[in-house]
Every structure is written in structure tokens, then in C-alpha cells.
């Protein structure tokens, strides 16, 4: 097979294209967000054959595999693979055989060729740090923001029978019995929420490896302990020792309920939870916010970049004998 030059993988003008191929979540990527990048991001499938990378959002994929197997990868075109959901919910992150479409993957995984974390920004983590611990004044102990029903861990069951023996405030959709009374401004209203309660229940919806989403980091930008019942090696995302409190080590809801209205009457003990503030950031936390600082669409951007460098600006493509 022979090759020969050809410039179709660049737009107008002249940066390399990469294409969303499908939808996130029912709505289109945000192609806005990454105009500042030296590579032109679209959402428009008729420059399939020019794009440099294409993104797939896996989860979104899922529904639509019909369309995938049909679609040829032209030469010299990077796939990447792309999810921040648990392969336990989406299965095909899990299977080896059609992962092999791709060269590159894009997750939760720090394994993953492109990190995509749910770390805050290291500026957020150093506002939390110069901030006090707030007052605790809620008539509950924890609280809870849950509205997903999605559930492939027996999260929602272990909810409910916690709270059969100490009493939380759930704010969210899932068992929902407060109300939120100022106006909703996002984020920024639900760290506000936390902040009051001593504890905050952080359940994921599946429990996979490095599947550790903001329910662990919010609470601690809240100033609040999370009530942790997730990935495994949750401790390698702690800010430091003795940051948060691992359901897993409790061999029941009650038993945890029980050592929860303990530390709750106990203001010594439960102050040892924030010793890590005092010190600061782990090395080994800094080393993981180093990392995530990294936005994962530059990085491909960079990629792509790269690799018509390395080829000294040329593309491939096939050309019939």
C-alpha cells in the first residue's frame, strides 16, 4: 500500500479537527468552552473524514452501537474513548474487545491515557483550606444530597436503613425530607447546604476503582467529614490522614449510625478529622491535584498536534494501486 500527502484533516484555519461523534448525555458537548485550544473541536459528523481524533462519549454510546459498528476509522485517525461514568453502569468501558476500537482512552481511570477527574481546582482546594471550619449548628448530625435513583451498590438500601437509626437531612430527590430555601445558585448553594452538618453521606451509585466523584470532595471543601461508601482506594484521593470516615469498615448501617452519634457527642474526637487541615495538602495529594490540573481535551489537543509534527505536518492516506 502506498501513501500520499494530503491536508483534509485541518479546517479553515488550519487547525487539526476533532469531532464529538455523539451526544453527552442527550445534549451536545460543549464545543464553546474549547475554542481557546490550538484544535478546532466540533459536534458536525459530515467532517468525519477530515477529523484528526474523534471523541466518543461511551456512556451516550451505548444506545447507539448500530451507528458505531457501521462508521470506518480512516487512516491515521485517532479514536478516543471518553467517559467520567463507572464501567460497573456502563459495561462496555469494561470489554476489552470492543476498548480495542480505541487508541486512546479518556476517564476516571488514572490509568486512562487522558485523566478525567473530579478533583476541584487547586485554587478552590487552597479558599477551603484558608477558610475556618464552620459552626455546626444543623439539628441533624449529617446530611445527604442524593437524586439519582441509579443504584448498582445497594447504596439506597444502606441509606435507608441508616436512617432508621440516627437522623439525617436529605436534601435531594431520594428521600427527601428538607427543602432547599434560598435560591438554587448550583454549587456554590450546595457546599452552603453541607457546611452546617457534622457529617456528610457520600455514596456513589457503583463501586469501582478510582470511581471517586465529588460526593467525596465536596463535603471537604465544605468543611464537613464525608461519610464515604465508594471506591476502594478512596484513601488515595484523601487530602490527608484520617480526612473522611470509610463506610466499608463498619459492618452495617447501624453500626455506623452508632459510631456516628458517638463522634457527634465527642468534640475532641471529632476535631481529629481536621488535624490534615493544619498540616496541609499530602505530598501524595499534591501530586494527584498536579495531575488533574491537566484538562484532558488540551492534552488530546496536544496529541494531535504532536502527531502531525512527528510526521512534519503530513497525513496519510491510502491511495488505490
Known sequence: MTFFWSRINRNRSGKPIILFFNDFFGRPPDTESLAHHDCAFTTDRRVLRKAAAVVFHIPSLQKSLR???????????????????????????????????????????????????????????????????????????????????????????????????????????????????????????KLAIIAPYKFCLAFENSIAVDYVTEKFFDPLLAGTVPVYRGAGNAAAFAPGDNAFIDASKFAEPRELAKFLTELDRDEDAYRQYFKWRESGLSTDFERLVSAASKEPFGQLCEIVLAQHETSAGRWFWPRRA
Request: with cysteine.
Open 67 to 189: 451507528k458505531f459498528n457501521k462508521t470506518r476509522k480512516r487512516p491515521g485517525q485517532l479514536w478516543v474513548a471518553w467517559s467520567m461514568e463507572s464501567e460497573v453502569n456502563y459495561p462496555l468501558l469494561a470489554n476489552d474487545a470492543f476498548m480495542r476500537n480505541f487508541a486512546l482512552t479518556m476517564t476516571y481511570r488514572r490509568s486512562a491515557d487522558l485523566w478525567c477527574s473530579y478533583l476541584q481546582k487547586r485554587s478552590a482546594l487552597e479558599r477551603a483550606l484558608a477558610t475556618p471550619v464552620p459552626a455546626k449548628p444543623a439539628n441533624a448530625p449529617a446530611v445527604m444530597l442524593q437524586s439519582s435513583a441509579i443504584d448498582r451498590c445497594g447504596r439506597n438500601q444502606y441509606a435507608r436503613e441508616l436512617m432508621t437509626h440516627m437522623k439525617v437531612d436529605s436534601y435531594g430527590r431520594f428521600l427527601n425530607n428538607r427543602q432547599v430555601e434560598a435560591s438554587d445558585r448550583g454549587h456554590q448553594t
